[in-house]
């Protein structure tokens, strides 16, 4: 499976728009070459290099098999957000503290149709591990001006 952006490129950087310097909305992803036997998709958006550790910014769940993109600033019909480290229900973009931080695009084909029992970020992590048939990752990097 691939996972790809027209807003950057993989290893590239993120433009501000996409993160707390900008409008923060989320950038356009694609993707293609998922298993027949998906039923369903799920996307993790997170940052290893936080001073706290993994930093969560995006977890979307539910997303239809034949969605095949999720277009900037938006989500797919039918699909279902959770609760980020920002405590929001929605996409919240690259702020790091200092430095420059890594963000990983994760996008998982999953077994199911829908994720049950999911209303944090730890059940989201761990029943997407328990359904995932396939997974493409995308990464940008940002560091704030």
Known sequence: MKLKSKDFEHEGMIPSQFTCDGPDISPQLEWSEAPKETKS???IVDDPDAPVGLWVHWLVCDIPPKVNNIPRNSLPRNARQVKND??????????PPSGTHRYFFKLY??????????????????????????EAVLMGRYKRK
Request: overall charge positive; aromatic content about 12%; proline content about 3%.
């Open 86 to 95: 920002f405590g929001k229900v929605e996409y919240g973009g690259p702020c």
């Open 41 to 43: 998709f799920a996307l």
């Open 109 to 134: 084909a999953l077994k199911v149709e829908k994720l049950e029992g999911v209303n944090d970020k730890k059940s989201f992590y761990k029943k997407v591990e328990e359904n995932k048939i396939a």
